[in-house]
Every structure is written in C-alpha cells, then in structure tokens.
C-alpha cells in the first residue's frame, strides 16, 4: 500500500497538489481523471518518487519497484527495440532475452523487434513503452495515457495485462482525461480539480 497523507506540492509559489490524502491498495487498479493541468501526471511523479512533496507524508507498507510511463519515455531512437529493451533489462539484470522477446509478442512488436526506433509510429512507440513498463514485473505501474495512440486490438491487449497485474497483486495506476474501457477494470477512480480530489469512487468498497 502507498499511503499519501495531507500531501501538497508548490512549484514556483504555484499550488500543484493540494492537501491529497489516499491509499493505494496492493492489487487494485486506480483511475486518475481530470482536464489536462488538473494534477494527474504531478500525482503520478510524486508516487514513483521523482518529485517530493513540499508539505504532507508519503508511507510506502514495503520496498517496491516501479514500471512507469510518464508523458513521452525517452528511447535511443537511432537504436533497434529490442536494443533499447535489452538496454534497460540490463540495469537490474532480472529478466533475460526470453522475457524481452515474450513481451514484444503480447503488444505486437517481435516483428519489428530490429527496426529503429526513429521509424515507429506514435502507436508504435507506446507499445514499446508498455513493454519496458511492464517487462520486469514490477510492484507499481503507473501509467499516463496508456491507450494513447492505440488501436482497439492493442488496447485491449493493454487492457487485459492491467487486469492480470492486479490479479497478481500490482498496484497500478492510471492517468487519463478521455474516454476508457470498461474492460480495464478500474476498481477506484479518483476525479481532479485544481491539484485536487474532488470525488471518489471505489467499486471494491461499495460491493
């Protein structure tokens, strides 16, 4: 669980993140929703730990590893996808060859596995970017615009490995401010305003 408490963010004495308080449960699937500008992607950053909070408490129930996309993920783009897979595989050195290939065969990529990154579509690259967040099966996924630039084919794909990631326990998060499926299976979604959650809705607790 990633407990936020009384949680703010002001960057150059302008209000971010407002007085957040919220628990993130191990295996469910929450959805941040909001107008472009309204806090999603902050919230997402001070999650993983790329920013801190100016004010509040952020209480992690055990040591997590993060899969993230945040915005545009930044490739070698003159580099293969497979190059740049095996590239980040090879910082911690947990997965090998065979969990790299298995990943680009769920999103669609083994084919064009050394091709250049700089000759992807968007779709292409987001794909990609799934790949590398979800490769390494990581405690936390956090995800902004996951769907974007998706086919429905791929998007379902994305939808039914976020289903299975909080099946086996991964708490994941979602950023999105248009429409999204109902097969991704949002357990808690969360509505933003000016830095804010103005509303609530949690299926697991209505039940």
């Known amino acids: 669980m990633i407990l936020l408490e009384q949680v703010s963010k002001e960057i150059k004495g302008k209000q ?26 902050m919230m997402l950053r001070t999650l993983c730990g ?9 209480t992690f129930s055990r040591d997590y590893y993060y899969g993230v996309i945040i915005e545009n993920v ?7 996808a497979e190059y ?16 790299i290939n298995r990943w680009l065969k769920k999103f669609n990529l083994y084919d ?23 490769m390494e099966s990581p405690d936390i996924i956090l995800l902004d615009e996951p769907l974007n630039a998706l086919d429905g084919e791929n998007s379902e ?3 039914a490995v976020v ?13 999105a401010h248009g ?8 357990d808690v979604t969360l509505q933003m305003e000016n830095g804010q959650i103005v509303s609530c809705e949690d299926k697991l607790r209505s039940q």
């Open 16 to 41: 971010i993140l407002s007085n957040i308080t919220h628990a993130f449960d191990d295996g469910t699937c929450t959805l941040l929703r909001g107008h472009n500008g309204c806090g999603k992607t």
């Open 50 to 58: 790329l920013i801190k909070p100016t004010h509040g408490k952020i």
């Open 74 to 80: 930044s490739f070698f783009l003159y580099e293969t």
């Open 84 to 99: 740049n897979l095996r590239y980040l595989a090879n910082i911690r050195k947990q997965i090998g060859d065979d969990d």
């Open 112 to 134: 064009v596995r050394k091709k250049k990154v700089r000759t992807f579509s968007l779709g292409m690259k987001q794909r990609l970017a799934l790949c590398q967040a979800f």
């Open 157 to 159: 794909i994305t939808c």
């Open 163 to 175: 289903r299975q990631a909080t099946q086996d326990g991964k708490i994941v998060v979602v950023a």
């Open 179 to 186: 429409e999204i499926p109902g097969d991704l299976c949002v």
